[in-house]
């Protein structure tokens, strides 16, 4: 839908205070132009688009990107790291409650900044005593998230763990077939 033309504002010669003006001087007009100033008249005779219903237009949505700290937890091989990324955050009724991330654009975010999580993983928050999910990572890089609302404290900080995508620890799996005799095979993978 494109938006209905805004109408050209009125522009008016305001008269001036009575000074001596010498002869040089031209003489200006005391009256007030009644005559608006059209900066595009094609526009200002162009039908309205087709299906415009009229009313006004309304502004577009604006985002508010603030800087959201990600303390990520790798348990894969234990290794800590901290990364910066900016998105959206929703502020709940209650400023103490801290706010609310949508989990798709935290992803985007992170995986195309230096941190992004490389190999294949599962990444969860924790709300209260439960995980929660919100991105895969497949051993081919591809990334597999949904739109889901991550609890961010009112420090602006979301706390992130990256497991293995293995239902049992793949040292643990590992240390099990080498006491069985059995050698696992370079690339191998537990989906």
């Known amino acids: 839908m494109q938006a209905a033309p805004l109408p050209t504002p009125v522009q008016y010669d305001l008269p001036e205070p009575h000074r001596r003006h010498s002869r040089s001087h031209s003489h200006r007009s005391h009256r007030l132009s009644a005559t608006p100033a059209v900066q595009n ?3 200002a005779s162009a039908p309205p688009p087709a299906g415009y219903a009229g009313g006004p237009t309304p502004a577009p949505a604006v985002r508010y990107l603030r800087t959201l700290t990600l303390l990520i ?19 709940p009724d209650n400023p103490e409650d801290g706010f609310w991330a949508d989990a798709k654009e935290v992803c985007s975010e992170l995986q195309a900044s230096p941190s992004r999580i490389d190999g294949e993983a599962k990444v969860y928050a924790m709300r209260g005593k439960f995980k929660q999910y919100f991105m895969r990572v497949s051993s081919e890089g591809d990334i597999e998230s949904m739109s889901a609302n991550l609890k961010v404290s009112k420090e602006r900080t979301l706390e992130v763990f990256v497991e293995d995508v293995c239902f049992v620890p793949r040292q643990i799996l590992i240390g099990i ?3 069985a005799g059995i050698e696992p095979a370079t690339g191998w993978s537990c989906d």
Do not use: F, I, M, Y
Request: proline letters at 8%.
């Open 41 to 43: 008249p094609s526009s």
């Open 73 to 91: 937890d790798d348990l894969r091989n234990g290794e800590s790291q901290l990364a910066e990324v900016r998105v959206p955050l929703k502020a």
């Open 177 to 179: 077939l080498t006491d």
